[in-house]
């Protein structure tokens, strides 16, 4: 199963991947963490495609 990865130097903390994801990514001082690779709703693609600095990466 491929897992989101975050490139914390692109990310800017805006809050909508945890917001889309939140089973996935928790935001932690304006950085957002990924807690399990497991979305049940939109396998991330939501997250990554809203993302406004590309920064996930699915791997
Ligand atoms: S959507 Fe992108 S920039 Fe916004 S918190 Fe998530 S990883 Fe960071």
Redesign the pocket.
Known sequence: MPTPV?DMD?????????ELCPEV?E?RDE??YVISNKCDTCDCDE?MN????E??KME
């Open positions: 975050v692109l990310c800017i903390g805006c809050g909508s991947c945890s990514f935001l950085k957002a997250a809203t993302c406004p600095t920064a996930i």
